[in-house]
Nanobody, 115 residues
Framework: QVLLVESGGGVVQAGGSLRLPCIASGSTFTFNSMAWYRQGPGKQRELVARITSDGSTNYADSVKGRFTISRNNAETTVYLQMNSLKPEDTAVYYC?????????WGQGTQVTVSS
């Protein structure tokens, strides 16, 4: 059973930084990609950043230049480094991992940015 566990969320002032790790366990295969999504209050869930197995990355326009997605060599942990945080970044952040056409999701971690 694949399990994804996020951590690192919390309350931070605008302009601050947070680093979110997501640890994957229970898989016997290499994920095609891993990603971070977020869902803010009253908003739809949106893609924040994705990293593929070959290391390619893509970002939402709203976080380009501020957020960085990375992973460890074993491809079992994915990180989201968030800098220059804004109040509009407040959301529950979810880690996902994709294998073929199946997506696995974590339980989410709350990030709150105060102004």
């Amino acid at each position: 059973q694949v399990l994804l566990v996020e951590s690192g969320g919390g309350v931070v002032q605008a302009g601050g930084s947070l680093r979110l790790p997501c640890i994957a366990s229970g898989s016997t295969f290499t994920f095609n990609s891993m990603a971070w999504y977020r869902q803010g209050p009253g908003k739809q869930r949106e893609l924040v950043a994705r990293i593929t197995s070959d290391g390619s990355t893509n970002y939402a326009d709203s976080v380009k230049g501020r957020f960085t997605i990375s992973r460890n060599n074993a491809e079992t942990t994915v990180y989201l480094q968030m800098n220059s945080l804004k109040p509009e970044d407040t959301a529950v952040y979810y880690c996902t991992a994709r294998f073929l056409f199946k997506d696995f999701w974590g339980q989410g971690t709350q990030v709150t940015v105060s102004s």
